[in-house]
């Protein structure tokens, strides 16, 4: 992994980061994601003129991608629903990078290097770090561990398939154009269906904030795509939960949950993890 590979992995981190935290903060998650889900369709059918097709070989991965996202995104709201934003954002970002690690050696014939798999081991440390100390103080609530755990399931799947597609694809903005287009289609559908009549309504004052996370989440995941068409996708998807540590600070700033010394210490196995996985592209 580049240095430039990693800067925009981080940036996708952040804009990650920063996209859930607002989603997280629309009461109601079937609006949120709908406006998120319907954004992201919108940005999407309107690249897609003005971008490269993608190949036909990345098709059978793209539609698997986009059932596979809305599954994510169901969960995803679960998580939201039924957690904190500390824990449950942690705990889905977290519990992805092993598992990618995985099927990645699996499906893509990735299998890291020492430096790699130490980077990639020491930053689930920290991550994980992360995910428990937003549970310090209070009995688990499984419900919402076993949400944001099926969760983190969901974007091991996403991250793999994608990757595969992307790099078929010929071009990450086309797949991406049409990857949006595709898997926007279902929350919003729900929606009407269960809300019929009062839609405009609810999604109304919602809008601005709703749509500005769209936006997030199209260049937070455009950037990762285009990483994984320059490095091995265990890395990416190590530094990408990066964004946990964000989350963190988030959810200490504006929603008044506790950062604490333990959090420090994961974020710098976090920063030592990522360091290992550039020893790879600097060596």
Request: overall charge positive; some cysteine; hydrophobic content about 60%.
């Amino acid at each position: 992994m580049t240095p430039l590979v990693a800067a925009a992995v981080l940036l996708a981190a952040v804009t990650h980061a920063g996209w859930n935290a607002l989603a997280h903060r629309i009461e109601d998650k079937l609006v949120g994601f709908t406006l998120i889900a319907g954004g992201g369709m919108l940005i999407g059918l309107g690249m897609a003129p003005f971008v490269a097709f993608p190949a036909s070989g990345a098709w059978p991965y793209l539609l698997v991608s986009a059932c596979v996202h809305v599954a994510y995104t169901l969960l995803l709201m679960l998580s939201f629903r039924l957690g904190d934003f500390g824990q449950a954002y942690p705990i889905a970002r977290g519990t992805a990078p092993l598992i990618v690690t995985v099927l990645a050696a699996l499906f893509a014939h990735e299998v890291p290097d020492r430096w790699a798999a130490a980077g990639v081991a020491l930053s689930c440390a920290g991550l994980t770090g992360v995910a428990l100390w937003g549970l310090r103080g209070r009995r688990p609530d499984w419900a919402a561990i076993g949400a944001a755990l099926a969760t983190g399931v969901t974007i091991a799947g996403y991250t793999v398939v994608d990757g595969l597609g992307v790099r078929a694809s010929g071009s990450p903005l086309g797949y991406i154009a049409w990857l949006m287009a595709a898997q926007g289609v279902a929350v919003p559908a729900y929606l009407l269906y269960r809300r019929r009549g009062e839609t405009l309504a609810l999604l109304g004052p919602h809008a601005a904030v709703g749509l500005f996370s769209a936006a997030l989440s199209v260049a937070a995941y455009g950037l990762v795509l285009w990483a994984q068409t320059r490095a091995e996708l265990a890395p990416v998807a190590a530094l990408r939960e990066s964004s946990i540590i964000v989350g963190a600070a988030i959810g200490a700033v504006f929603f008044k949950e506790r950062f604490g010394a333990p959090r420090i210490a994961a974020a710098g196995l976090l920063v030592v993890g990522i360091g290992l996985m550039l020893h790879t592209g600097a060596g």
